[in-house]
């Protein structure tokens, strides 16, 4: 089970998040069989994905962190609910490159450079928000902050880890943090929030020293007296069921689902995010396909 962190400067000039989700993004590689590379560009992105959904703080809201590089890996979406749990996937989870030449893996090469990043923020209105940027770098953390630069218009420094074994592949540490300058920030809190990133330096680093969200966000923000606003539990949480795949079926249309029918005469439905398959026999369809169908 991870943890998310929310903080409040005293002096209302920083908001932070912070997560510790080791247990998650281990969860996601074990479901999607990811490759290491694959693993940390998933993890990261799913991190991010839950505290941009915790920050939404309405009941039944989501947020959907799409994206879509020129890379071997085709593109990542993840969805997260309110209180941050979050799941995803990548198109191409088998895909894996070269490591950088001091070890590290280059989640940007696999995502690649040019592409685009788009939130989805479903508040519970007629029509989502929907936001959307070009890729920065492919690295994730350094897109995140160009979308809320560019895109929501909030100075933020967005950090993301995952380590890995090399040998295992097993997720070793995985978190990261959101600070974010408030209106009316001066020169001298931008400073201060400057000399604490350069301090803390890479989350992996400080995470595998069992520093925890808290602690992250403490040490970023060691020039300020913090609030803290919530601490609360996250982790990999699918919603799919039965109901709801029927419903994808429905989606169809009675067309292509009687095509179905008298094509294959089953169906086997896979779900994206947690793998569980749901399978439909002939009798089964021909239910919901009489259920489709209007009164006469």
Request: glycine share 10%; aromatic share 4%.
């Amino acid at each position: 089970m991870g943890e998310i962190v929310r903080i409040i400067t005293s002096d209302g000039a920083v908001m932070a998040s912070a997560i510790t989700g080791t247990d998650l993004v281990e969860r996601a590689r074990s479901i999607h069989h990811t490759t290491p590379t694959a693993t940390a560009a998933l993890g990261r992105s799913l991190l991010a994905c839950s505290m941009m959904g915790n920050q939404l703080k309405g009941e039944g809201n989501s947020l959907t962190l799409q994206i879509r590089g020129e890379g071997p890996l085709g593109g990542i979406t993840c969805v997260s609910d309110y209180d941050g749990n979050v799941r995803g996937f990548v198109v191409h989870p088998e895909m894996d490159v070269a490591r950088k030449e001091e070890g590290k893996l280059d989640v940007g090469a696999a995502v690649g450079p040019e592409g685009s990043l788009t939130v989805i923020k479903d508040l519970g209105m007629r029509d989502p928000y929907v936001g959307s940027i070009r890729l920065v770098s492919g690295e994730i953390a350094e897109d995140v902050t160009a979308y809320f630069a560019e895109s929501e218009q909030i100075p933020t420094a967005c950090a993301l880890g995952v380590l890995v074994h090399k040998e295992t592949g097993e997720v070793l540490t995985a978190g990261g943090y959101l600070i974010q300058l408030l209106p009316g920030a001066d020169e001298e809190t931008i400073d201060k929030v400057e000399r604490g990133l350069k301090k803390v330096g890479y989350v992996s680093g400080r995470l595998s020293e069992g520093a925890s969200a808290l602690d992250l966000i403490g040490e970023v923000l060691n020039e300020f007296e913090l609030e803290v606003l919530e601490r609360n539990p996250v982790e990999y949480r699918c919603y799919c069921d039965r109901e709801r795949v029927v419903r994808a079926l429905i989606s169809m249309g009675s067309e292509e689902l009687r095509s179905l029918i008298e094509e294959q005469g089953e169906a086997e439905m896979t779900c994206q995010f947690c793998d569980a398959v749901y399978h439909f026999d002939r009798e089964q369809l021909e239910e919901i396909y009489r259920d489709m169908q209007p009164e006469t």
